[in-house]
C-alpha cells in the first residue's frame, strides 16, 4: 500500500532538513552545517518538500533568476521511500514551477547513476559541445 504523500510548498524545518540532506552523503563533500544548509535553502528561489504522516521524507530546490535560468537542486528521498513516485512527484513540481514563469532554460545536477531518472523525464545530458564548466577551489580544505 502507498502511503499518502504531502506536498508543502515551504522551506522545511532547520534539523529536519538536515537529517535528510544527511542521507545523500553529499555532505562528506560539502561539510555543511545545520544552521548552513537551511540558510542554503532559504536563499532558494522555489523549495519543495514531501512529508509521510509528520516526517519530512523528500524534497527539492531551485535556484534561478525569475527569467532565463533555472537550477533544480538537492533532489532528495530518504532510501526507504525511494521508488515509490515521490522523487518524480517532486520534481514535476519543480519543473512546473519554471514552466508557470516561462524559465527558457531549466538544468540539474545529476548524482551518479540517475540519469534514466531524469530522463525519463525530459532531461538530456548537455552536449558535448556545451557540457559546462564547474570551479574547484584547489584550497577548500584550509576555509573548512
Known amino acids: 500500500m502507498t502511503p499518502t504523500i504531502r506536498y508543502v510548498k515551504q522551506l522545511p524545518d532547520k534539523s529536519d532538513l538536515f537529517q535528510l540532506f544527511q542521507t545523500t ?4 563533500f ?3 552545517s545545520e544552521p548552513d544548509l537551511h540558510h542554503a535553502f532559504g536563499r532558494s528561489w522555489h523549495v519543495m518538500s514531501a512529508h509521510h ?3 519530512i521524507i523528500g524534497c527539492g530546490r531551485i535556484i534561478c533568476d525569475g527569467v532565463v535560468h533555472a537550477l533544480i537542486l ?3 528521498v530518504l532510501p526507504a521511500y525511494r521508488n515509490q513516485g515521490i ?4 520534481l514535476d513540481f519543480l519543473v512546473q514551477k519554471c514552466l508557470e514563469h516561462r524559465i ?8 551518479k547513476g540517475q540519469v534514466d531518472f531524469y530522463t525519463k523525464r525530459g532531461f538530456y ?4 559541445i556545451a557540457p559546462g ?3 574547484r577551489q584547489k584550497d577548500f580544505d584550509k576555509y573548512n
Open 30 to 32: 560539502y561539510r555543511l
Open 125 to 128: 545530458p548537455r552536449p558535448e
Open 25 to 28: 552523503g553529499w555532505n562528506d
Open 53 to 55: 504522516r509528520e516526517e
Open 74 to 76: 538537492d533532489l532528495i
Open 87 to 90: 522523487g518524480g512527484k517532486l
Open 133 to 135: 564548466m564547474e570551479y
Open 104 to 111: 527558457r532554460d531549466i538544468q540539474l545536477f545529476c548524482a
